[in-house]
Each structure stands twice: as C-alpha cells, then as structure tokens.
C-alpha cells in the first residue's frame, strides 16, 4: 500500500475510530443494527475498482454509529454530492493481492411518520420523483 493512501484511509477511518463504538449510543426508542457487506472479486490480472453505498444518518430517523472496513487495497471513504451519499471505494493495483472488502456499518434507526403537513411543494418535489 503506498503510504499517501495509507494516510488518507487512516485519516477518514480516524473520525468514527476515535469517537469509539459507545459515544453515540443510540437512546430510548431508537433500535440498533449492525450491516455488514462482504465483497469479493474474481481474481483477474487486470486493475480492480469498487465503489459501495453505505449507510448515512437521515433526518430524525436513522443514525451512523460506526462504520469501518477492512481490506488489503487501499480504501476510502468518498461522498457521492448528487445523492448525499456516503460511499467506500477500494481499488486493486496488484494482480496478486486477495480482491475482497468488508465493510461494517452500525446504525441506530427508530420509528417516524411520513407526514409533514409543513413541507413546501418544493421540499417535497425531489423525494416525490
């Protein structure tokens, strides 16, 4: 692995490593889970890229609590504008490393209703599409 991307893994992994796994407990009324997505490629001896959609706090409803990877490629965590979506991408160079990824996401979620008489037309248009 070269070691810019090392340091640019370590430094985004760093934000949810450090906050540890209690400091968003999630409180009462709110359910945990923990999503674990497992990637393997078949061994090819071209380059390799991936990119997974992972889990990202939403309203008042669903929270990150942890997100973490593991992989012999360099991996990182990139933000997809268009959706606002959190993304993981991992990329394989060498044909003779294992191609595989996994990534774990733990996420608090509690019931909401879909009612919001206070939107305007506009706030609603783009999730009514």
């Known amino acids: 692995m070269l070691r810019r ?3 640019k ?6 934000i949810f490593v450090g906050l540890g796994k209690g400091a968003f407990a999630a409180p009462s009324g709110w359910r945990q889970f ?6 393997v490629l078949k061994t090819e001896k071209i380059p390799a890229r ?7 706090d939403a309203l008042d409803y669903q929270r990150v609590i942890d997100l973490s990877w593991r992989s012999p490629a360099a991996a990182s965590l990139l933000w997809e504008t268009a ?3 959190p993304i993981i991408s991992a990329g394989w160079v060498d044909a003779t490393m294992p191609r595989e990824i996994e990534i774990t996401a733990r996420v608090a979620t509690r019931d909401r209703s879909g009612y919001y008489p206070d939107a305007s037309q506009g706030e609603l248009t ?3 599409r």
């Open 126 to 128: 783009e999730y009514l």
């Open 83 to 85: 959706a606002r979506a």
């Open 50 to 56: 991936v990119w997974v959609p992972v889990p990202q």
């Open 34 to 39: 923990e999503i674990t997505y497992r990637v």
């Open 9 to 14: 893994t370590s430094a985004v992994s760093g």
């Open 5 to 7: 991307d090392f340091l």
